[in-house]
Nanobody
Framework: QVQLVESGGGLVQAGGSLRLSCAASGSIFSPNNMAWYRQAPRKQRELVSLITDTGITNYADSVKGRFTASRDFAKNTMSLEMNSLKPEDTATYYC?????????WGQGTQVTVSS
């Protein structure tokens, strides 16, 4: 089993910044990919960023140039630096680990951006 724990969410004004973290523990092996998703009220969960086992990173168009994702492979952690936040970034942010045919999710952390 794998456990994922997100932290770092909160309330911030538009234009501000937040840094999210995700710590993975348990039966983790390589290769694996990690990703950030978010889900706003009454909307589908959407991919924000994906980091592969080789460090290749992809972003949703809506966050390109504002968000930066990174992984510490030795510590099994992942971060999401979010700058120039907009009210439309308000959502619950989830960490996901994709390992073989298994997907693991964290419990989510709330990000609220006020206008």
């Amino acid at each position: 089993q794998v456990q994922l724990v997100e932290s770092g969410g909160g309330l911030v004004q538009a234009g501000g910044s937040l840094r999210l973290s995700c710590a993975a523990s348990g039966s983790i092996f390589s290769p694996n990919n990690m990703a950030w998703y978010r889900q706003a009220p009454r909307k589908q969960r959407e991919l924000v960023s994906l980091i592969t086992d080789t460090g290749i990173t992809n972003y949703a168009d809506s966050v390109k140039g504002r968000f930066t994702a990174s992984r510490d492979f030795a510590k099994n952690t992942m971060s999401l630096e979010m700058n120039s936040l907009k009210p439309e970034d308000t959502a619950t942010y989830y960490c996901k680990l994709i390992q073989g045919s298994d997907n693991y999710w964290g419990q989510g952390t709330q990000v609220t951006v006020s206008s």
